[in-house]
């Protein structure tokens, strides 16, 4: 397994999620509720900058590698799934956004296993969609996370409409590569 600057990132994202979760967890005489909003926020942000940096460093330094591609998406899925799974227990989005989103990133993962093991990975390659997609989750959870007015904004409102906006992404997107999949699929279902 090989270890550099980028899977230390992908780690530290893995890392995280433990401390973004037991941050809620805290003796109420440790931190205030705003307090615990604005540590997870913190978390999250840093994680997903990791994220970020991460990719960037490893085409940069020229260290990317088979682990690194692999366990970079893994940590994204893990943190979006901890960090849904906090909202719903505090009461700040539906199980059904949450549900959506985490049964997406499983269904497509699973997905993108199977063609790359028939050979036919670049068919579900990633696309603008999945990127916007993604924008909206990791500006929707943030908002969510922190849930206080902001500079006179309403937070809440706003990161609801966009974890809903999330939500309906990624049902167009698992669309989306379940179509470009489904030739494929098709193919292999009639060999049989």
Do not use: C
Not at 127 to 145: F, H, N, R, V, Y
Request: proline share 4%.
């Amino acid at each position: 397994m090989p270890f550099n600057l980028p899977i230390l990132l992908t780690w530290l994202r893995i890392v995280a999620i433990p401390l973004l979760i037991t941050v809620y967890y805290l003796p109420a005489d440790w931190a205030t509720s705003h307090e615990r909003d604005l540590a997870a926020t913190s978390i999250f942000v840093a994680a997903a900058l990791t994220d970020w940096a991460d990719g960037y460093l490893a085409r940069k330094l020229d260290q990317t590698s088979a682990f690194g591609a692999f366990l970079d998406p893994v940590a994204d899925k893990l943190m979006v799934a901890a960090a849904l799974i906090v909202l719903v227990e505090l009461g700040r989005t539906d199980a059904i956004v949450a549900t959506i989103i985490i049964g997406r990133e499983i269904t497509i993962s699973a997905l993108r296993e199977w063609m790359a093991k028939i050979g036919a990975a670049k068919s579900v390659a990633v696309s603008m969609l999945g990127k916007i997609k993604t924008a909206a989750q990791m500006l929707a959870i943030p908002i969510l996370l922190y849930y206080q007015p902001l500079f006179g904004a309403d937070m809440q409102r706003l990161g609801n409409w966009l974890i809903w906006i999330a939500a309906l992404l990624t049902l167009w997107s698992m669309g989306y590569y379940l179509r470009m999949a489904w030739p494929e699929i098709a193919k292999r279902t009639a060999e049989k």
